[in-house]
């Protein structure tokens, strides 16, 4: 059996004085897809920050190993080139850079810390089309200041596009369903499917067992006051749905 891309173990993590992860246990095999659920505020966005490498989080005890590594010694941007992606519940605005500047720097900063040749102007440009085509993305909204002005559809549109382009190894997805209206849903879907690989793993945060019909998972998890309390297959996701969240609290408090 291959070393998993992502284990977390035992996980704690402290904001500001508040113990927000209490012990987080997740193994994600490559090629896998995992959903996690949650009430808000149970921590679910607080473990992606962590993975990304957000600043201001202390973890207190436990460990996250990728591809056997020790994540938490890598910087975020080495953990970005290693092939950590996550796509922001909330996406950040940037104001003077046109989306496609910021793409081509973001991809062509991977390639340079990770030893391999820039892409090319023409290269580049043929690469940004193809994921732009795929995900319905118009030309034009990629000449305009990253996410400025961007509805929140296409908010999340643009992070998906990022994540095409850079073909990280592990994909997080934050609440990436959240403002899509009803055929956004669908495209972005399809593009992140077509990312599905034997080789990529994905973590898939959401509220709504809609999106999971279309990004079919192998686990879903829930995730309660800062940890994983109930792990299953999709139908967990749809017993969720039906019953909410109280009976896995019950399991939480045990
Ligand atoms: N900087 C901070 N200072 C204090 N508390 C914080 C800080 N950041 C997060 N928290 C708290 O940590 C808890 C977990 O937040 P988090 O954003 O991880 O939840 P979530 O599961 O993603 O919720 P949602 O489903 O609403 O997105 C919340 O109670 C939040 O208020
Ligand atoms: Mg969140």
Redesign the pocket.
């Known amino acids: 059996m291959s070393t998993p891309l992502l284990e977390i173990k035992n996980l704690h993590v402290r ?2 004085d ?1 113990e ?1 992860l209490k012990g987080v246990n997740l193994t994600l095999n490559r090629g896998e897809v995992h959903a996690i659920m ?12 962590v993975l990304a490498g957000k600043d ?1 989080y202390e973890v207190t005890e436990g460990e996250i190993l990728f591809n056997g590594e020790d994540l938490l010694a890598m910087e975020p941007d080495e953990r970005a080139a290693a092939g950590v992606f996550l796509a922001f ?1 909330y996406p950040i605005e940037i104001p003077g850079v046109s989306t496609m500047t910021f793409l081509k720097a973001a991809i062509n900063g991977q390639r340079k810390a990770r030893g391999e040749a820039e892409l090319t102007t023409p290269e580049f440009m043929k690469a940004v089309k193809d994921a732009a085509g795929l995900l319905e993305i118009k030309q034009d909204m990629l000449k305009r200041p990253l996410n400025v002005g961007f509805s929140g559809g296409e908010k999340k549109r643009a992070e998906i596009l990022q994540m095409a382009l850079l073909q990280p190894q592990l994909c997080i997805l ?2 990436t369903d959240s403002g899509l209206d009803i055929d956004a849903l669908k495209v972005v879907s399809e593009g992140v499917n077509k990312l599905r690989s034997a080789d990529r793993s994905m973590l898939v ?1 959401t ?1 709504y067992q809609r999106l999971l019909n279309y990004i079919v998972p192998d686990l879903v998890h829930v ?1 309660s006051a ?1 940890r994983v309390v109930e792990t299953g297959d999709k139908s967990l996701a749809l017993e969720l749905e039906a019953k909410g969240y109280a009976d896995f609290d019950e399991t939480n408090a045990a």
Do not use: A, P
Request: a negative charge; charged letters at 25%; hydrophobic letters at 20%.
């Open positions: 904001v500001e508040n927000i949650g009430r808000n505020g149970s921590g679910k966005s607080t473990l992606s920050y201001d519940q934050d609440e945060i509220h995730f800062g």
